[in-house]
């Protein structure tokens, strides 16, 4: 029994990194959308926010339509994402003067350090 559970330890960490993975995606689609609706809904310009729920909108259904791919294309597709969306966001942080925001566009506290987790460290 203990080969056998040596034997599935490491298939059982690649189905955890796939599932790690996904998640991450998922949550940055999901945060992204926030960004643009909530935190930037008025310094955001139209284009570039129907570019940005364009992209949501659709990488949402490719996730809904793709759930058994592997790690690598699960963090693929969010760099294809992230490729939008970054300049975007910094384009839009950049023009405001407002350096608060995280990389992926959600805003941070810059009163000090920053200990606590990331969504990556949480998931």
């Known amino acids: 029994m203990v080969k056998e559970a040596e034997e599935n330890a490491e298939a059982d960490k690649l189905i955890r990194q796939t599932i790690d993975a996904k998640n991450q995606l ?25 570019k940005l729920r364009e992209i949501i909108t659709e990488s949402l259904k490719w996730l809904e339509e793709h759930q058994d791919e592997t790690k690598q294309v699960y963090e693929d597709k969010r760099k294809e994402v992230e490729a939008v969306a970054n300049p975007i966001i910094a384009k839009v942080y950049g023009a405001t003067g407002d350096n608060t925001g995280n990389d992926d566009g959600t805003p941070s506290n810059d009163d000090g350090p920053d200990d606590s987790p990331t969504v990556e460290e949480v998931n």
Request: charged fraction near 45%; charge should be negative; glycine fraction near 0%.
């Open 26 to 50: 998922e949550s940055y689609l999901y945060s992204l959308r926030s960004t643009i609706d909530d935190t930037l809904k008025d310094k955001i310009d139209s284009n570039d926010k129907e």
